[in-house]
């Protein structure tokens, strides 16, 4: 863990919190080609041509997600997270935590369980990505609401240091 504690987040936290999300927003909105080929592919029968490169596109997008949690998670090892705010109810502080947990777990197992049903056939990855995919959507919309309620009703400063994107 971090040594000192940071007061903000890093120009490179904030462009991955961002990243991550942009590229997760996409393969939420353009999963259509990938469920298509992967239909096929399970019934033994041939893909549109027109899939093939949305499927492609999810799996290279997945990846980076992957990749890029990765990195997301090293650095929060390394250099640490502004402390929170404290001026939530210990329930509050308790679920933002439990969020977070779901939020970091998710964006590695979504990723994983996918590579594993598209590049090894795994039996079960497929579900195992598929229900993941749609909890994870719940994790995002909850933590949406936890920041906006940071910043509105709370009035931290919570929202705007992930906005900002200032050398730290």
């Known amino acids: 863990m971090a040594g000192a504690p940071v007061s903000s987040y890093s120009k490179t936290q904030v462009w991955l919190h961002w990243s991550i999300a942009a590229l997760i927003l996409v393969q939420f909105v353009a999963h259509d080609g990938m469920q298509h080929v992967w239909r096929a592919l399970r019934r033994g029968q041939e893909a549109a041509a027109g899939d093939w490169p949305l499927a492609y596109m999810h799996v290279v997008l997945g990846l980076a997600v992957l990749v890029l949690a990765a990195w997301r998670l090293w ?19 308790l679920l933002a935590r439990l969020t977070h947990l779901a939020f970091y777990a998710l964006i590695f197992i979504v990723p994983l369980s996918g590579a594993a049903a598209w590049f090894l056939r795994v039996p079960g990855a497929g579900l195992v990505h598929g229900i993941g995919k749609n909890i994870l959507l719940y994790v995002v919309l909850l933590h949406i609401v936890g920041a906006l309620v940071q910043h509105f009703v709370l009035k931290s400063n919570v929202l705007r240091q992930m906005l900002a994107f200032r050398q730290a």
């Open 75 to 93: 650095l929060r090892s390394t250099r640490g997270v502004p402390p929170v705010s404290g001026m939530e109810h210990p329930a509050l502080q």
